[in-house]
């Protein structure tokens, strides 16, 4: 195994920058662990520090989102880019920076909740519904409902604005800040310009693949696989091929992250995803499978998947039909080929390039890891 | 005129720093001037490197935005702050200071007229409302209006995203990083929370003076005017003594702001705060002057009040009876009463302290401006 070319750091302060590759394998466990620990040192200080004392339910709120669990698939990318890069260990800027890019997440979860009228995140009523309680408004009312929405708008706002202060706490030097803050920027753009183009698209019936493609392509496969790789990776100082390669798994591989979410949304065990089977039907979410079954489908699939597919009031029956017609259609089986084809062409991006060992292994792991998953 | 103590920039690089106090007058619409041309080239720049070409509706709505007028305060007294710390001149760094600071502000615009379902900004229509036209939805129907809304929480996203990328834009070094970027967090937290705190009393109908007293110190005073001051002056390498000053000036001069905001918006001319005059009691507001109002009312006129304020269907003449239990408790005088009296106490603060002449001239005529305006 020889080093990177270029993977020299960006920083030449002691301690944190890289020697050379990394020889031991990469514990998921522990990166979640160190993430996991900056984000509580820092809510615990946002709580300690809160302008108002009334405003603690809704950083309590959060605490409780980032703390329950979650799979923390980007935080683990960016701290494996970092190693692609030929860093090693987990020094404090790489975790502050994985755990800006969670906060940003947690900020896209809340938002996302109440764009789509998601009543449950992570199994957990979702941060508009829980905040009605600080209401004093009877709740069912009006007036509750638009407090929740108000409240968990704010709270977003508050978790973006700390995703920049978690980067600056780390204490990067310069070069790693001038490395860093603008792909942090272009991967939040990328995130929420996403999430328009999704709204654009939703409960329009349309066989139209490439949107969902392209949706998929902001959504998940930049933000999910490639931006955060990137963000480790130019921390150490990473040349552009290193970053060519991040772009050749990461983006088939995040397209086949979101594949297998939309197979989950609509034939996953709720107990399992921590979302009611429903909500992605009911909501109309433009997704490939449901456009592939468009394209397959015989006229009277068609008449009924968009009488069903968008209707706030699909009920178990209902939803039952639709996953009829997508399994009968041959989409879901399509779909699954997809994600097999991705995984195998992400997978193949590694072998054109030689990356530090523990690098190669952990990205092949989470391959796997993000593709057959059931959560 | 002697230097303010203290007042060495904390930047050494050449062209940028402070020789000594200023002594040419400040010319705010210069000023204004230099702050929208950074934030014009920024968000041409925004236009031209869109992850998609779809979402070019919102940066457009942005740019509108931004660019129809709007007072300037916030970064104008940042500016102002910078003198105060015996800053010269309006350098890269300090006009992208301003620049993020007043892009935020239309992050929280944007998510504040959602909150308040209000229609009109600056006499055109808000966010929410102008976006519905990107939706193929009927107008008016429940579809167009849930996206009008989700699309303008998405813009807000990214233009509170930006405020990060427009300081890092103004290549600030390491010390002044360290000394802004926390500061420029604290202003982002207080306003949000603030928000939160409003949210919280909004419609409550109380004669309680505190809550209003406690919000527009988060709101107003802190938010416009005290953190913009100060986060110019660290940028300049301010002492405590001069943050201490902003801050005797800041939080009555702002107190003063947002009672002159709660008159002009009940009492004031829609030609000029472009702002149609039921938003505020429709909402039902939580401001100090209703407050006073209610301590100061006959049951009669408290049933009334309770009655009209807070109702969405609210009509010229419930506003007019609103208007004149204002007048005839004498709630409207004794917010003017105390206007002034906030003015006269930020004013006296600059006189226990030397500050450069300029700035203490600014600060003279800002305190006129933001207390005596129609707009």
């Given at each position: 195994m020889t080093p990177a070319p270029g993977s020299a750091p960006a920083s030449g302060r002691?301690?944190?920058?890289?020697?050379?590759?990394?020889?031991d394998p990469l514990d998921f466990a522990e990166i979640r662990r160190g993430v996991e620990d900056v984000l509580r040192c820092f809510l615990d200080e946002r709580v300690r520090d809160?302008?108002?004392?009334?405003?603690?339910p809704l950083v309590e709120h959060l605490r409780t989102l980032m703390g329950?669990?979650?799979?923390?698939f980007r935080p683990i990318l960016c701290v494996v880019g970092w190693h692609a890069a030929g860093g090693s260990g987990t020094p404090r800027e790489l975790l502050h920076l994985a755990a800006a890019i969670e906060t940003f997440h947690s900020a896209a979860m809340i938002h996302d909740d109440i764009i789509d009228r998601s009543a449950t995140r992570r199994g957990h009523p979702s941060a508009h519904h829980a905040l009605?309680?600080?209401?004093?408004?009877?709740?069912?009312s009006d007036t509750s409902t638009w407090f929740g929405a108000g409240a968990a708008l704010v709270l977003g706002d508050l978790a973006l604005s700390w995703s920049d202060q978690l980067l600056y706490r780390g204490r990067l030097d310069i070069a790693q800040l001038r490395a860093t803050h603008p792909l942090l920027d272009t991967l939040r753009s990328e995130a929420l310009i996403g999430c328009y183009i999704e709204l654009l698209a939703t409960?329009?019936?349309?066989?139209?693949?490439d949107t969902p493609v392209e949706i998929n392509r902001l959504k998940s496969a930049k933000y999910t696989i490639e931006r955060p790789l990137h963000l480790g990776a130019v921390l150490a100082g990473a040349d552009p091929a290193v970053l060519d390669t991040c772009t050749a798994y990461g983006i088939p591989l995040g397209q086949a992250f979101q594949l297998r979410d939309d197979i989950l949304g609509v034939f996953g065990d709720t107990a399992a995803t921590g979302k009611p089977a429903l909500d992605d039907l009911r909501e109309g979410k433009p997704t490939l499978l449901l456009a592939i079954a468009q394209s397959r489908a015989a006229p009277d699939q068609r008449e009924r998947l968009r009488r069903l597919v968008g209707d706030p009031l699909l009920d178990d029956a209902g939803a039952a039909t639709v996953r009829e017609i997508l399994t009968a259609t041959g989409a879901r089986q399509e779909v699954e080929d997809l994600i097999e084809s991705h995984r195998l062409r992400a997978v193949a991006a590694l072998d054109e390039r030689t990356l530090p060992g523990a690098a190669v292994t952990a990205l092949r792991q989470m391959a796997e890891t993000v593709t057959r998953r059931d959560a």
């Open positions: 002691a301690g944190s920058p890289p020697a050379g590759p990394s020889a809160l302008p108002h004392p009334k405003a603690r329950s669990g979650g799979k923390r009605r309680a600080q209401c004093t408004a009877p709740p069912g409960g329009r019936h349309t066989d139209d693949l």
